[in-house]
């Protein structure tokens, strides 16, 4: 949970004892008369270093060292920005910038498309994920690094910049002309109707306009019927602590309490209660989380599932209940330091212990989880219903269900394939019907028309591919993770032609998760009555 403070900005010089005096709000020197001391042995290092050192060092280089390295000595969530980072970190918080609407990554030295987001100048032109942006603005791109080729994408809105994209079958670079517009990243980048009465909404991220998303879609949905509702925040990481006490407004009664606070800094210890009435009181909800949901979402998660308002399926969330404030410090650099801790509504802590070196609790996500972990007698806690529920790690599901990877759990070699990109590289063959944004037929290119399936022949090609990229196929696993891997398959290839709002859509039919979530409606309608009955707790 994020929330911003200015802070005023400061020389490098006296850095150490803002962020003492600043973050504190009091007085360093009046309450440790050992801080001057420190503050001294740490410029005299500084100076030393930066007047006798065998090679010239940057002094912000340095300091921004010595912030990282006091940092990691607290927790490990609390981390320090320099100005680049802080930047792109406001920037994913907002939600827009101008440029052509990729993220990029480098691999091999390759201008790599990771993502692009529909309806920006890139989607218009037909850059896909997967895409080699070979040349920029006239400039072959072979070894730049990602800011490098950010700066030159990037631009003032209704600017033109030429891009050169090479893309499997295609013999030739692929010309392009984009003008660059403002950049919507969506946090909920799909929702639509599964059936007559149930709507499907995907929340994968927190921005400073989620509520927004999360209440417009929330309102198509009902005109179309909604009459109950499969909430996904599977791997949502988090984001600013207002926008999820917005958002679990949005299912909550007001005054009801949604989360609340506690730590040493003043004005850290907060109530937050529902302060708006909704029209989404008293709709069934299934919410869908795992390993990967965590800070905001597992707030959210944790307050409908306290208030007996939603039944959760899948995984045990991360564990994050720490509360970090921003603040800008000099030279438009940034600190996320934890400042407090979050409770749930019944009084649980969600975040989980980390061990010393914080190895163990960052890799959760990569471990497999334990379905009959025991409980200390202590962490037992009651939702308003009287529900068992427990403190100490996590918001645990109602009924659990294995699928850190899209609703599945496949076995090693179903994640290697994914891990490798091979389901996004397969679907750079393949084409929509009547998709004229690109004008060369290219080689070997696929059309597919919507609701294509996937079948045998495209399986056998899929497996051509893997020869060709050098992975040994294991024909037992290849069995045991067929269904991951047809289901992969189709997710990316729609993705690519059709948007991601159709991907979702298909992949519901299949994906494990997802099929468990839609039976447990009449579950989450007995939790609906309950909740009717509720009184508001206080804390």
Do not use: C
């Not at 007559?196 to 005109?223: C, P, W």
């Amino acid at each position: 949970m994020r929330r911003y403070r200015p802070l005023p900005a400061v020389a490098f010089a006296i850095l150490v004892s803002a962020l003492v005096g600043g973050l504190f709000g009091r007085s360093a020197l009046a309450t440790d008369d050992k801080v001057p001391e420190h503050y001294r042995a740490f410029t005299a290092a500084l100076n030393a270093i930066e007047t006798s050192y065998v090679d010239k060092v940057e002094s912000d280089r340095l300091v921004y060292g010595a912030i990282r390295g006091m940092l990691g000595t607290l927790d490990p969530h609390s981390s320090f920005f320099d100005p680049k980072e802080y930047a792109q970190m406001r920037e994913r918080q907002e939600g827009r910038y101008y440029g052509i609407g990729v993220s990029i990554q480098v691999y091999d030295g390759d201008v790599t498309a990771m993502n692009v987001f529909e309806g920006s100048p890139a989607y218009k032109s037909g850059i896909r994920r997967g895409d080699v942006l070979a040349k920029v603005a006239g400039e072959d791109a072979k070894g730049w690094t990602v800011d490098q080729a950010q700066h030159q994408l990037r631009g003032a809105k209704g600017t033109p910049v030429e891009v050169g994209v090479r893309r499997r079958g295609y013999e030739q670079l692929i010309p392009m002309k984009l003008t660059r517009d403002e950049v919507y990243i969506p946090t909920v980048p799909a929702y639509f109707m599964i059936d007559a009465t149930t709507g499907y909404i995907r929340m994968q991220d927190f921005g400073e306009n989620t509520d927004h998303d999360v209440k417009h879609a929330l309102h198509e949905l009902a005109s179309k019927g909604m009459r109950r509702l499969l909430f996904d925040i599977r791997g949502n990481p988090g984001g600013p602590l207002d926008q999820a006490i917005k958002v679990a407004n949005e299912f909550l009664p007001r005054g009801k309490m949604i989360v609340y606070t506690r730590g040493r800094v003043a004005n850290s210890d907060q109530d937050y209660r529902a302060t708006e009435e909704s029209e989404f009181t008293d709709i069934p909800i299934v919410m869908m989380a795992n390993r990967g949901s965590a800070s905001a979402s597992e707030i959210v998660t944790g307050a409908l599932q306290d208030h007996d308002r939603a039944y959760i399926v899948g995984e045990t969330t991360f564990g994050k209940a720490l509360v970090q404030s921003v603040y800008r410090i000099s030279g438009g650099a940034g600190l996320a330091l934890t400042t407090a801790h979050y409770f749930t509504p019944s009084g649980r802590l969600i975040q989980r212990p980390w061990d010393a070196s914080f190895d163990e609790y960052l890799s959760y996500t990569l471990r497999d989880q334990d379905a009959n972990k025991p409980h200390n007698p202590a962490d037992l806690k009651h939702t308003d219903a009287g529900r068992p529920v427990y403190s100490g790690g996590g918001i645990e599901p109602d009924k659990r269900v294995a699928g850190p990877t899209e609703g599945f759990n496949p076995a090693r070699f179903g994640r290697l394939l994914n891990g490798r990109g091979e389901f996004s590289n397969y679907a750079q063959k393949f084409m929509a019907e009547g998709d004229n944004r690109i004008a060369q037929a290219g080689t070997g290119r696929k059309i597919v028309k919507p609701n294509f399936a996937v079948d045998d022949a495209m399986i056998a090609d899929f497996r051509e591919q893997l020869k060709t990229d050098h992975v040994k196929i294991d024909e037992e696993a290849f069995k045991k993770d067929f269904e991951f891997i047809r289901a992969m398959v189709r997710f990316e290839i729609d993705s690519a032609v059709f948007g991601i709002a159709d991907a979702r859509r298909h992949l519901i039919g299949v994906d494990p998760q997802a099929q468990a979530a839609l039976s447990m409606f009449g579950e989450a309608q007995k939790l609906t009555e309950l909740s009717k009955g509720s009184k508001i707790k206080a804390h």
